[in-house]
């Protein structure tokens, strides 16, 4: 599931930027791949994946089996950078820039229907690291840092796998005789 929230965002810059072509790759950006950077591409990166810690504790629900832990909500964070000539580099970011506030939120008919069936939603935020957040990026991917756009994309619901032979609990009784 997690791929194909990456596809989507991917897909969302082609379709809002039809003129440039398919010009946004997927790619780790990680110097330990060994897999060089493309040329005059822009490079979505997917460099974390966390739980939505406000989403975190919600209390257990009906399933098939019986009661179940609510489905997991994250938060991807993304890493968008541009290879190529730093001046062309500010132009292609600001168009992903304008794609991602122009659509904020994808909802199940924007998304692949196999992702629609598990997520209600994918929403997109700008994120503002401060230069030392930037720089422990740049360097645990082991490269020099570049000029990029950071964003954090929440995810709901990923579903709880459900197992046969969970009961339920269908009474709950305590019985207490006083001494003789």
């Given at each position: ?8 965002l ?7 930027t ?32 966390a739980?939505h ?28 950078t ?26 199940a ?9 598990e997520?209600g ?9 401060s230069?030392?957040?930037?720089n422990?990026v ?26 046969e ?9 305590i ?6």
């Amino acid at each position: 599931m997690i791929r194909e929230v990456s596809e989507a965002l991917q897909d969302l810059v082609h379709q809002t930027t039809p003129d440039l072509g398919a010009w946004v790759v997927l790619h780790s950006l990680s110097q330990a791949d060994k897999v060089p950077l493309p040329e005059n591409k822009a490079i979505l990166a997917l460099v974390a994946v966390a739980e939505h810690p406000h989403l975190r504790n919600r209390p257990l629900e009906d399933g098939i089996t019986g009661l179940v832990r609510p489905p997991m909500s994250l938060q991807l964070e993304y890493l968008v950078t541009y290879v190529g000539d730093h001046d062309e580099a500010q132009a292609r970011l600001g168009r992903i820039a304008q794609a991602f506030h122009t659509t904020p939120i994808l909802r199940a008919p924007a998304l692949d229907p196999v992702l629609a069936e598990e997520v209600g939603s994918v929403v997109i935020r700008l994120l503002a690291p401060s230069s030392e957040e930037r720089n422990q990026v740049w360097g645990s991917l082991g490269r020099a840092g570049r000029l990029a756009l950071f964003y954090e994309v929440d995810v709901a619901p990923v579903p709880v796998l459900e197992r046969e032979g969970a009961g339920r609990v269908r009474e709950h009784r305590i019985e207490f005789t006083g001494a003789p």
